[in-house]
């Protein structure tokens, strides 16, 4: 069953084109990376998934609902989480507080069932050890668990990651793959991945799609698409780039 589906999706910028004609479908259970080089369209994409961008043409449709109009607020109590590339927490509340905002607007959980959601998701994230620490005291690492944190949270059936691997070290990059992995297994969502740290992908994903000028290139399999000499040359600007990109994250 597909939990996402994107119906010839169009959205431009001036001169600028982020989605033209686009048409993607993305199963429950699934695990999707997106991978392009820089103004391909991958934050649009997913703003127009989450709600925080309108599509000028096309239709979005989620879980069999058609949620092309809907608000962000409403497509995330259906089930859409999504983590930015650069974190959003509320300063002003400590990381527990965060996270049970999360679980009471984004999962509808109420009392010691929202309390007890929270507390879950900051054990699975690593983050149960600062639950009281105001989330301004946070460094960017540790702001990027909260943001995934607070995505899991919400219980979604689609998890939109935003590079949240960036910046991580590679023991770092190795648990979250394990987070994400274990996430997907206990509770069947579908993940869709933007991220630059290839090794992150490779790890993780089923199927690997390639974006440049807000077309698709390739969709596949990791290894075919990062293997295809048309997504080595728009992905990195030449095929050596790309195989050196590879080898640093063997």
């Known amino acids: 069953m597909n939990v996402l589906e994107l119906d010839r999706i169009a959205k431009r910028f001036g001169r600028v084109t ?10 429950q259970g699934d695990a999707v990376g997106v991978v392009g080089p820089n103004g391909a369209g991958k934050t649009s994409l997913f703003g127009m998934i989450s709600g925080d961008l309108r599509p000028d043409a096309g239709e979005v449709r989620f879980d069999g609902h058609r949620v092309t109009l809907l608000d962000p607020s409403v497509r995330c109590r259906l089930g859409i989480g999504r983590t930015y590339q650069v974190p959003r927490p ?8 965060n996270t049970l905002v999360a679980a009471q607007q984004g999962a509808r959980a109420r009392g010691r069932a929202s309390y007890a959601l929270a507390a879950r998701v900051l054990g699975e994230t690593g983050l149960a050890d600062l639950a009281g620490r105001p989330a301004a005291q946070l460094g960017l690492l540790q702001r990027k668990r909260l943001e995934l944190a607070r995505a899991l949270a919400t219980r979604p059936k689609l998890l939109l990651l935003d ?3 960036g910046g991580l070290t590679d023991p770092e990059v190795t648990e979250l793959v394990a987070l994400i992995t ?13 991220e630059h740290v290839v090794r992150a992908l490779t790890a993780t994903v089923d199927r690997l799609i390639c974006l440049a000028g807000g077309r698709i290139i390739g969709d596949g399999g990791p290894l075919e698409v990062l293997g295809s000499p048309a997504v080595k040359e728009v992905f990195l600007g030449t095929a050596d780039a790309l195989t050196e990109a590879e080898n640093r994250d063997a």
Not at 182 to 194: F, T
């Open 163 to 165: 590079e949240v691997a």
């Open 90 to 97: 509320f300063l002003g509340l400590s990381v527990f507080e």
């Open 182 to 194: 274990a996430a997907r297994e206990r509770d069947g969502l579908a993940v869709l991945w933007i």
């Open 18 to 27: 982020v989605a033209d004609d686009l048409t993607l479908s993305v199963r």
